[in-house]
Structures are given as structure tokens and as C-alpha cells.
T-cell receptor
Framework: TQLLEQSPQFLSIQEGENLTVYCNSS?????LQWYRQEPGEGPVLLVT?????EVKKLKRLTFQFGDARKDSSLHITAAQPGDTGLYLC??????????FGTGTRLTIIP | DTEVTQTPKHLVMGMTNKKSLKCEQH?????MYWYKQKAKKPPELMFV???????INESVPSRFSPECPNSSLLNLHLHALQPEDSALYLC?????????????FGNGTRLTVT
């Protein structure tokens, strides 16, 4: 079973601050997805990254895929209360099933 | 609004009851999934259907029985559950397997077993 470790597990910061969440594996991903889950809802896809070194931006969110495709990061600039939620990375290894990371629970304090 | 619809939103059942969870999507997706999510944990895969055939069963106890009547519908039949089965049950769909296309989740059924 492939293991995806996310760090930090919990993060609570003030509105307006910046933060980075990490997703790491000892194996090479064929692709990696990031999801955000808000209370009472299912996870919602934010982005998919496929190429090593790839950087994608979604408004204040910047996603990076490591050169070796074993890790990924999510950087949020000027965090807002609406960013609060559970952030999940999910990695695909070849054509095997998608494996979810351990999750980062983010709280933005107004 | 999510494009994957799950009913009911909440369910309370006793250990001797039989109940069913339902999931529906009309995006033309050919892969459908059941996940179980405990509080503050990531979703855990239970079952995968691909083109209406069961392709993955993650060693789920037989008290959980999935069914895919057609390409738009997915059911999860529950019987003789235990209190530790209380969780959020999420349905998801994707375009097809095996291509690891993104998952579209419903908002889940919050199940409580008493």
C-alpha cells in the first residue's frame, strides 16, 4: 500500500497570513490531485498535476509538483476564512487506485 | 450544488436494521465509488464499479453490499451493522477507469449505528 504523508496535520493561522501544506511519498506518482473538503460536504477537486516540476495557480493558491514526482506542495497567499477546510492530496501510482493523503485541517481565524 | 446526489443525508439505524444508501450521477461517468470517512480522517476506499461491474472490493465486511443497477446509480445495502460503522459514507464518480481521472464526490450520508 502506497503511503502519502501530509504535513502539517493541523494548521490554525490568522487571516492574511501565508501558509504551505506538503504531501510526500517514497514512490513516484503518475499524477497527483488536491481536494478541499468543507464541513458537511464531500471533497472538491482543486487541481491535478501530472508533470514533474509543474506549477499551477488557482487565484491565491499555488500548487507545485516535485521534479521527481514524489512530492507536492500547496501554498496559500493571504489566507481568508473561506479557505478553512480539510485539504487532501491524492496520488495515482500508474493505473492503480487513487490513494488519499493523511489530510491537513486548516483553520483561518478572522 | 454537487453533480453527484446522495440520499439520505442522515441515517440512524439499529444493529438489526436493513437500510440502503443511494447515489446518482448524470455526468455520463462510467466509474463509481463508495468511500467511508471517519471524523478528521481521509476517505477510505470501499468499492469501485467500472462499467457497472465491481472491479475493486477493499476487503469490506459482507454486512456492506454494493449494487450498481445502471451506469447512473449506485447503492450500498447495509445489514447488521456495528456501532463502529458509524461514519460519513461518500459516493464518487469519475469518467472511467483505469485512468485516475478526477473524482466527483457527493455530500455524503452521515450514518449513525445505535
Amino acid at each position: 500500500t502506497q503511503l502519502l504523508e501530509q504535513s502539517p496535520q493541523f494548521l490554525s493561522i490568522q487571516e492574511g497570513e501565508n501558509l504551505t501544506v506538503y504531501c510526500n511519498s517514497s514512490s513516484v506518482f503518475s499524477s497527483l490531485q488536491w481536494y478541499r473538503q468543507e464541513p458537511g460536504e464531500g471533497p472538491v477537486l482543486l487541481v491535478t498535476v501530472v508533470t514533474g516540476g509543474e506549477v499551477k495557480k488557482l487565484k491565491r493558491l499555488t500548487f507545485q509538483f516535485g521534479d521527481a514526482r514524489k512530492d507536492s506542495s500547496l501554498h496559500i497567499t493571504a489566507a481568508q476564512p473561506g479557505d478553512t477546510g480539510l485539504y487532501l492530496c491524492a496520488g495515482a501510482f500508474g493505473n492503480e487506485k487513487l490513494t488519499f493523503g493523511t489530510g491537513t485541517r486548516l483553520t483561518i481565524i478572522p | 450544488d454537487t453533480e453527484v446526489t446522495q440520499t439520505p443525508k442522515h441515517l440512524v439505524m439499529g444493529m438489526t436494521n436493513k437500510k440502503s444508501l443511494k447515489c446518482e450521477q448524470h455526468m455520463g461517468h462510467r466509474a463509481m465509488y463508495w468511500y467511508k470517512q471517519k471524523a478528521k480522517k481521509p476517505p477510505e476506499l470501499m468499492f469501485v464499479y467500472s462499467y457497472e461491474k465491481l472491479s475493486i472490493n477493499e476487503s469490506v465486511p459482507s454486512r456492506f453490499s454494493p449494487e450498481c443497477p445502471n451506469s447512473s446509480l449506485l447503492n450500498l445495502h447495509l445489514h447488521a451493522l456495528q456501532p463502529e460503522d458509524s461514519a460519513l459514507y461518500l459516493c464518487a464518480s469519475s469518467q472511467q477507469r483505469p485512468d485516475n481521472s478526477p473524482l466527483h464526490f457527493g455530500n455524503g450520508t452521515r450514518l449513525t449505528v445505535t
